[in-house]
């Protein structure tokens, strides 16, 4: 795993040599192993390099295809780089190294762009054509691995990480007013947007061709839920077990030593299950776990240890958030407040004590429909239907209204179903899932943001996601709209940057693009069936795991948060929310602010959430825009 950056030259000198370094310096813990830049009259190219695979300094890049035609900076792992490299093998090509990193060299050779359609992995990448003075840029197909870029006096700047292109004299940082909508909505800025106004986020299963004429981006890919299996149950459980060891099995390729994140859910215990019947030794596994015992679940990732006799390690995240927050944050270049980046940064710490690559179970919940949020979907579709359209319509938002009104946990909950209910289901799905309500927004905004933000909404990135997807059911619909939106834009960044703090590679077997198209063609009633959620994956893992881990009551990766905003954060919240917040007066009145913080202090109201977010908006204002 590494970090790659770059520039393009065609018609202004905008970066050097020392501009390469800068660049790959500033994401030095990517890739710590090694570096290397690679610079002519149109082109530059750095690389951090974490050594996973072939170790010998012949790995290091950019590398130069035998021809010497193409130079390439990579960052990622492609799982079927052996086969490829036989194929290619075959068709007479050499190879100096044991990389993935030379195979892709030798694809674009082979096939161009079309190399896209016969690599399996997370990446992204750039490739230099020095005979046709063009940069070929691309991204994996879910988004596991991040991409930036911008224009800067015509040229193409690229990085893994925003803080790189920050070393480009003269790109600005110019906030974006609907990304910070966006942010307070969804707790991260989607792409293609960034926190800044002409910074961009290349988007998952896209590339771009980059020549004097100037930039082309195109999709490659997408998942698709028209055509759907009418396979027997047991056939299709049968079918997917073996998809979901195969992918395992991939993932389990390398060269230095290899663990896995084991929270005690089904999908990391399903993995660490597949991990163990392909491996002659014992895994290591990592878990976190919290003094709080409803947020703990280290008691049933033993469970699991033990049964597959795994090489163990636990860590209590006692009271050491506030010491570590800064830290943590910094290494997310836009604001982002999924509370799980803590517990997810110290597994992270303590599986690179152990490992160097950790397998992890991302993606259960998006593909096969494990989150708790579905679950209530489906219960608000079913009253929706039981109403008619002008009740729903004209007499649920009334009602509403009135409920909201009363500061009483039960008629706000009341609230806020009466507004879903009103609603068509996909903008019910936005409402339901969006961590900020718009009444908390109406009253916290200030004047000049509201008028720069007139006519904007951040359900619109919901609602034309979801009428993007090609499947007939509701439930297609909406794991399609969170496989595009919340697993790359929150999930998938979460994990890269915590791992990558750690200079730790993760790999997500559930997240295979193949894996991912089968259980796409699984028909809806197999993943969510009459209330039991994810229900073709604990079936395929039956043999391998307890019940008791199986059916247990989801926990998720939670954190006790609105306690330790009350104690052993209260203090960094104070000094950053009420006392100096500079970046968050910029967009929120100050009164309503504090309002909000003294509700929860004094456990009036549970604005956990809320505050946590601008917590995190503040603490990314005073890194990148108070200096």
């Not at 663990?259 to 005690?264: D, H, M, P, Q």
């Not at 679940?297 to 010491?323: C, P």
Request: charged share 25%.
């Amino acid at each position: 795993m590494c970090g790659i950056a770059g520039f393009t030259s065609f018609q202004t000198e905008i970066g050097n040599q020392d501009t390469l370094q800068q660049m790959g310096q500033a994401i030095f813990h990517r890739g710590p192993d090694a570096g290397g830049e690679y610079l002519d009259n149109f082109v530059g190219l750095c690389h951090r390099r974490l050594s996973i695979i072939d170790l010998s300094s012949a790995g290091t890049q950019p590398m130069y295809s035998n021809n010497g035609n193409y130079i390439i900076v990579f960052n990622g792992e492609i799982y079927n780089f052996v086969e490829l490299r036989q194929h290619l093998e075959e068709l007479g090509y050499q190879f100096n190294t044991h990389t993935d990193t030379e195979v892709l060299l030798a694809l674009f050779q082979e096939y161009g762009i079309k190399l896209l359609e016969k690599i399996n992995g997370m990446y992204a990448f750039a490739i230099w054509d020095k005979s046709a003075k063009q940069l070929f840029v691309a991204r994996d197909r879910i988004g596991k691995k991040p991409l930036y870029y911008t224009h800067h006096h015509g040229e193409f700047v690229f990085a893994s990480e925003l803080k790189s292109l920050l070393k480009i004299d003269g790109i600005k940082k110019s906030l974006r007013l609907d990304s910070v909508y966006d942010f307070f909505a969804y707790q991260y800025v989607p792409d293609p947007k960034t926190i800044f106004n002409d910074i961009f986020k290349l988007p998952p299963a896209h590339y771009a061709l980059i020549s004097n004429e100037g930039t082309k981006i195109e999709q490659y890919w997408d998942i698709s839920f028209a055509e759907q299996i009418n396979d027997a149950e047991t056939s299709i459980k049968q079918k997917l077990k073996q998809v979901l060891n195969d992918a395992t099995k991939k993932r389990m390729l390398a060269d230095v030593p290899l663990g896995a994140f084991l929270s005690g859910g089904v999908d990391s215990s399903g993995v660490v299950a597949m991990m163990a019947k392909n491996s002659s030794t014992p895994i290591t596994t990592c878990s976190i776990g919290f003094d709080e015992k409803r947020f703990n679940e280290t008691e049933f990732a033993k469970i699991v240890a033990d049964k597959y006799q795994t090489n163990h390690h636990e860590l209590t995240v006692h009271q050491n958030v506030s010491e570590n927050l800064e830290h943590i944050v910094s290494f997310f270049d836009e604001p982002f407040a999924d509370p799980s980046l803590v517990p997810t940064f110290f597994v992270s710490q303590l599986a690179r004590e152990k490992v160097t690559v950790a397998i992890a179970g991302d993606g259960g919940d998006e593909v096969f429909a494990g989150y708790s949020k579905y679950a209530i979907d489906h219960i608000e579709n079913k009253l929706r239907d039981k109403f008619p359209s002008a009740v729903r319509k004209y007499v649920f938002p009334r009602l509403s209204k009135i409920c909201g009104q009363i500061n009483l946990r039960p008629l706000q909950k009341a609230s806020s179903l009466l507004h879903s209910l009103s609603l068509e289901p996909a903008m019910g799905f936005y409402i339901t899932n969006s961590f900020i309500k718009q009444h908390d927004w109406d009253k916290l905004v200030n004047q000049e943001t509201k008028e720069s933000l007139l006519g904007y909404h951040p359900s619109q990135l919901t609602l034309d996601t979801y009428a993007k997807c090609d499947g007939k059911d509701h439930l297609s619909k909406v794991l399609y709209t969170d496989m595009k939106t919340f697993l790359p834009g929150d999930i998938l960044v979460k994990v890269d940057r915590m791992s990558m703090a750690n200079s730790l590679e993760v790999r997500a077997p559930i997240l295979d693009y193949e894996l991912m198209e089968f259980a796409a063609k699984i028909p809806s009633q197999f993943k969510f069936n009459e209330g039991e959620k994810k229900y073709i994956l604990k079936e395929a893992f039956l043999e391998d795991l307890p019940e008791d881990i199986l059916y247990r009551k989801k926990m998720g990766f939670s954190v006790p948060l609105a306690s330790w905003l009350r104690g052993e954060l209260k203090t960094i919240c104070e000094e950053k929310l009420i006392q100096h917040p500079h970046g968050l007066t910029k967009i929120f009145n100050a009164d309503v602010i504090k309002q909000m913080w003294d509700e929860h202090v004094n456990e009036k109201k549970d604005n956990s959430t809320l505050l946590w977010s601008m917590l995190m908006f503040q603490m990314w204002w005073d890194r990148y825009m108070a200096v």
